[in-house]
């Protein structure tokens, strides 16, 4: 896997993917397999030869809130001080069902119980022992139980373990929209692998063009016509505000503040929406390659 496996100095177990450990797609991959939380698969596959993008990243999970939400999405904000230096980071995977405190959580009604957990972080270091000691306590497991893998955004692991969000950004988009998350029975979701770049801004802008403007969604819900129809035609990036550049110069135009984002823009480019309850399946949106081609290249 081309992974470095060492342990802290609290007895933690630390899973270099990619800052001093080359990895590669297939950590990548696994990585994206463990943020959700081994409910889900991720695949790598190829679609249109002709395409300038044609290698696909496809997650499919028949629990997409649970798996998405509940594990993959990266919702537990931590912090700690490395040398003298802020560690600022969102964490993702199994572990957040155990020990953070998003209200996230209360709304999806669910908890886990466990003697050891796992997180994962999209960081170009390791995390340090107050991080570390704050997870633990959060968890009330110890030191010793815990598990951290983390990659950056530039590396191959942290591009492919992103473009893998695909799914989850339709349905955190759902959520943002006040779907009813209890009708959302089945997904499946797909997006370009983008070339890794050694800048994080870029790699960064790379990730979110794979999804915001080349990731494709199909969620089946248990819902409706109407219902079906109206999350089909909003949940789409293209009804962002913000909808139309490369996310790296969206992100130079507010100045690298990410909350001044429209938050509406973190969605696939194209959705398909199937109700079980009628049969009929409604489309919205569309795969923007003029875009993609912008960023990758």
């Known amino acids: 896997m081309r992974v470095d496996v060492t342990q802290g100095s609290l007895g933690e177990c630390l899973i ?52 998405c939400l509940g594990s993959q999405y990266a919702g537990w904000s931590l912090s700690g001080e490395d040398n003298g230096k802020k560690y600022n980071v969102l964490g993702s995977g199994p572990a957040r069902a155990i020990g953070s405190s998003e209200k996230l959580f209360d709304e999806l009604n669910y908890r ?24 633990a306590k959060a968890c009330k497991l110890k030191a010793d139980r815990l598990t951290f893998i983390y990659a950056p955004t530039s590396s191959l ?40 770049a050694p800048d994080f801004i870029a790699a960064m802008g790379r990730t979110n063009d794979a999804i915001i403007y080349g990731g494709r969604a199909q969620l089946f819900v248990s819902s409706g016509s109407k219902e ?25 135009a507010v100045k690298g503040d990410f909350y001044a984002i429209d ?21 919205g949106g569309r795969i923007d390659t003029a875009v993609l081609s912008r960023s990758f290249t």
């Open 263 to 283: 938050r509406m823009l973190f969605s696939p480019a194209m959705v398909t929406v199937t109700s079980l309850k009628t049969g009929e399946s409604f489309q």
């Open 16 to 67: 270099d993917c990619g800052v001093r450990a080359l990895g590669g797609l297939e950590a990548g991959r696994r990585i994206a397999e463990i943020c959700l939380g081994g409910l889900g698969r991720v695949s790598l596959e190829t679609t249109d030869p002709d395409s300038s993008w044609p290698f696909m990243v496809t997650v499919h999970t028949a629990q997409p809130v649970l798996a």
């Open 112 to 135: 886990d119980k466990a003697d050891s957990a796992v997180l994962v972080l999209e960081a170009d270091r390791p995390p340090p022992k107050a991080l570390v000691e704050q997870v």
């Open 157 to 196: 692991a942290g591009t492919v373990q992103i473009a893998a969000r695909c799914l989850e950004v339709a349905l955190h988009k759902a959520h943002e929209l006040h779907f009813p998350l209890d009708h959302i029975v089945d997904g499946i979701a797909t997006a370009p692998l983008p070339p890794p």
């Open 228 to 252: 079906s129809k109206a999350l089909a035609e909003n949940l789409p990036s293209l009804k962002s505000k913000d909808y139309g550049k490369p996310f790296a110069d969206i992100f130079a």
